[in-house]
């Protein structure tokens, strides 16, 4: 079965950056729309920010536009996520999520995906 694993969570100061990646061992993700979520203690799992199977289509919730950046490189089997300015409320463990899907579409929803990585945590503090 396919795992997800993160890397590159860790302690920034608010305004540095922090790229998240995302790979799956003995799995090829080329045809899996990738998500990213986040959830801070005591809140809900949100969506962060989403990309379709080939990369040319992305999504963002409007609080990361601008600052975040979702990515992938297939020829490495892994994905990114830059996070820029960040902000102490962007403090949470975030997650990869994977789907099955080459029809070119990306999903927002937490239970549109099937796999999911065990998290990697990020805290932005001074």
């Known amino acids: 079965q396919l795992q997800p694993v993160e890397f590159g969570g860790g302690l920034v100061q608010p305004g540095g950056s922090l790229r998240l990646s995302c790979a799956a061992s003995?799995?090829?993700?080329?045809?899996?729309?990738i998500g990213w979520f986040r959830q801070a203690p005591g809140k809900e799992r949100e969506f962060v920010a989403a990309i379709d199977w080939s990369g040319e289509k992305t999504y963002y919730i409007d609080s990361v536009k601008g600052r975040f950046d979702i990515s992938r490189d297939n020829s490495k089997n892994t994905l990114y996520l830059q996070m820029d300015s960040l902000k102490p409320e962007d403090t949470a463990d975030y997650y990869c999520a994977a789907t099955e899907d080459y029809s070119g579409t990306y999903y927002v929803g937490v239970y549109e995906y099937d796999y999911w990585g065990q998290g990697t945590q990020v805290t932005v503090s001074s």
């Open positions: 003995g799995f090829t993700l080329d045809y899996y729309a």
